[in-house]
């Protein structure tokens, strides 16, 4: 979803609102698989989203997210942004960044024959399977080498991903859920070496979502025991949750199980209002999925992770570091977890 953040479909009508634009070009091809994590520039809207957690030798905790965007626009050329935050869990701070370009060359863009993003000097590329971040904002700058556990995952029916039932409400979803991550973290101007683990998505597609799609609540979990499991919940403006609510769960092999709606829970446990925003974010969850045993409590490690994008994509959203703790078929589990929230914060949907 994505984050981002962080759906493609909704970041793509955030872009065009700002720039007065109506997005073109056709539905893509529901059975066409997502093959690459290189660019699709016949498709509406397209994001590659990093999260993950960082540690120092010295124990100290950190939680990261990079996010590319492309849209297309009425004029029918592209614009790119990109959002790169830092939780620093032992600090309780929260630090993020944001960028908006067209594309020109030196300064934006996407290849479309591999994976290689960038704008300015921010950039994610692949090269022999490892995935190379790089971002940088006053208070802190990462250069990150993530190295892939396990193999790519299509999330939904053939990699397809339904927000709703119309024709253009899908995206094409595919994920790798377990990165191992090495490289250094700069703050103050001293560099010093991190490693942990992150997660991936690549989503693109036509961009359309149901009018009635109020925001949405999304959880990248990976488990001590070598599992994973993606959960978004749609939830209707009616204050009920969408039928098109869905996730996947991934075995130690690799093997990926889709989830329907009625295949997991998420109940809020705490809340946080925003100083920022005023808007009040469910702040706690306990996810369940029965089929796989699971009964997880996931707890946020700062509670402000809150960006308020007004000079890119105009989104407000929540997207943070969380801890998780609980149990994998009556076995104790601990974990991390990334989690999205949008639509609490009123006005348009990204």
């Known amino acids: 979803m994505r984050r981002v953040a962080v759906l493609a479909g909704l970041v793509a009508a955030f872009f065009a609102a700002p720039l007065d ?37 010295a124990r100290e905790e950190f939680g990261f997210e990079l996010t590319f965007f492309r849209a297309r626009l009425g004029d029918g050329d592209d614009v790119d942004a990109a959002h790169f935050a830092l939780t620093d869990v032992g ?14 060359p030196g300064i934006a863009g996407a290849d479309s024959g591999r994976l290689a993003v960038f704008i300015e000097d921010w950039e994610t590329r692949e090269e022999g399977g490892v995935h190379l971040l790089r971002a940088s904002m006053p208070e802190a700058a990462i250069a990150l080498r993530l190295e892939p556990r396990k193999p790519p995952v299509r999330n939904g029916e053939g990699g397809i991903s339904r927000k709703g039932p119309r024709p253009d409400e899908y995206s094409n979803y595919v994920s790798i859920p377990r990165l191992f991550v090495s490289g250094t973290l700069t703050r103050g101007g001293k560099a010093e070496p991190v490693s942990g683990i992150a ?19 999304w959880f990248a979990v990976q488990l001590s025991d070598g599992t994973e499991a993606m959960l978004y919940r749609l939830r209707a403006k009616s204050g009920g949750e969408s039928p ?45 999925v029965p089929s796989r045993g699971l009964d997880l409590a996931v707890t946020p490690r700062v509670a402000d992770q809150e960006l308020v994008t007004n000079r890119s994509t105009r989104v407000t959203y929540w997207e943070g570091a969380c801890a998780v703790a609980g149990t994998a078929r009556g076995v104790p589990v601990t974990g991390k977890s990334y989690v999205e929230l949008t639509g609490y914060a009123g006005g348009a949907l990204p």
Not at 25 to 52: C, F, I, K, Q, V
Not at 200 to 213: A, N, R, S, T, V
Not at 247 to 270: I, K, N, Q, Y
């Open 21 to 57: 634009a109506a997005f073109l070009s056709a539905p893509l091809d529901a059975a066409t698989p997502p093959s690459t994590n290189a660019a699709h520039p016949d498709a509406r809207a397209e994001w590659w989203y990093y999260t993950g957690h960082l540690e120092t030798a």
């Open 199 to 217: 997660w991936f998505d690549h989503e693109f597609g036509p961009g359309g979502l149901p009018e009635d799609l109020a925001g949405w609540d």
């Open 91 to 104: 600090r309780r701070s929260f630090r993020w960044a944001e960028k908006l370009h067209r594309p020109f």
């Open 244 to 288: 098109f609510s869905q996730g996947t769960f991934v075995a130690r092999d690799g093997t990926a199980f889709p989830l329907s709606a009625g295949d997991f829970s998420v109940e809020a446990t705490g809340r946080w209002r925003s100083p920022h925003t005023a808007a009040t974010y469910p702040s706690g969850w306990r996810l369940r």
